[in-house]
């Protein structure tokens, strides 16, 4: 680990903190008096971890901006589709042999074309997202008390068990299937067992024997 590649701050506290934030900045905190190096072997034994956590919110990173004009790729449960725009009074956006095809009035109207296809991901998700709850909701027997859909930058999906709350990122629906469902049941798993501890991963060993090999396919 390059030391170029890290921030040292150093203030008045007694342990080392290391942190990797979600635009890739490393910030390790140190005490006043901490011996450079034992910040060096502190990198060097964090230094896989570190990586990983790199790695996991490069995933992450908005994707190149799109221009939303016909030939762009639509990326839409595991395949990439391609785009069509097409002028009309009518606005809206249909899905048929292997197009993505968006009407809309003004062709040059990037933040329309931006709404109309955001909108439509947005109901697909519903029902892809809302067909997996149901699925393993009955077969784990607990649901949440909420289902939202948003935009995140460095999660696929969350748990609040307090307020049984269940958070899924609407890029998953890009996702294949076996993808989606495998964030719907590490977030139902959430509502019985709140840390990744044994408890936790036996349950997916349980109802989703599979379930590593999905998140592998996930995160790629």
């Known amino acids: 680990m390059k030391m170029s590649r890290v921030t040292i701050v150093r203030k008045g506290m007694r342990h080392l903190n290391l942190r990797v934030r979600p635009e890739g900045e490393v910030v390790l905190s140190v005490p006043y008096d901490c011996a450079d190096e034992e910040i060096a072997r502190l990198l060097k034994k964090r230094e896989a971890w570190i990586e990983e956590k790199l790695a996991f919110f490069r995933r992450f990173a908005s994707p190149a901006a799109r221009e939303y004009v016909s030939g762009e790729n639509v990326p839409y449960l595991g395949r990439n589709y391609r785009l069509r725009i097409i002028e009309s009074a009518e606005e809206g956006v249909s899905f048929q042999r292997g197009y993505v095809r968006l009407f809309v009035k003004n062709r040059t109207d990037r933040e329309r074309k931006k709404r109309l296809l955001e909108g439509w991901y947005r109901k697909r998700a519903q029902v892809r997202f809302a067909k997996a709850m149901e699925l393993y909701i009955s077969r784990v027997g607990v649901a949440p ?20 709350r269940i958070l899924l990122n609407l890029r998953l629906i890009e996702k294949p299937t076996a993808c989606i469902e ?21 349950f997916l060993d349980l109802h989703m024997p599979d379930w590593r090999g999905r998140k592998e396919r996930l995160e790629r």
């Open 182 to 202: 495998y964030v719907v049941l590490h977030e139902l798993a959430h509502l019985l067992y709140p840390s990744h501890d044994r408890a936790f991963y036996n």
């Open 145 to 164: 008390k909420e289902v939202a859909i948003r935009r995140m930058k460095s999660r696929w999906g969350s748990c609040i068990p307090a307020t049984r």
